[in-house]
């Protein structure tokens, strides 16, 4: 999962960065899901619930330009830095 907190006055060019992510992301090898949620009582935070074959095919995703990219292009139009909370289904 990760979490994306833009500053008030960026929210649609985060908005539209987050969103060009998804089709590159469920491209890559091993993802298993990928899908962006904008909060509805905080509409600052954004977050992606990720599912991923594997720990080494994540850490390609978090190197893969189009993440790259969305680092680049949202540099400065965060709150704090993308958070990134590592989960295993157990359920």
Known sequence: ????????????????????????????????????????????LFVFFESWETMEDLEHHLESPSALVFDEKTAGMLIEPERIIYLEKIS
């Open 1 to 44: 999962m990760a979490e994306v907190k833009a500053k008030t006055e960026f929210i649609h060019v985060v908005k539209r960065s987050c969103l060009a992510l998804v089709a590159p992301s469920r491209n890559e090898k091993g993802c298993l899901g990928y899908n962006l949620h904008q909060s509805t009582e905080n509409p600052n």
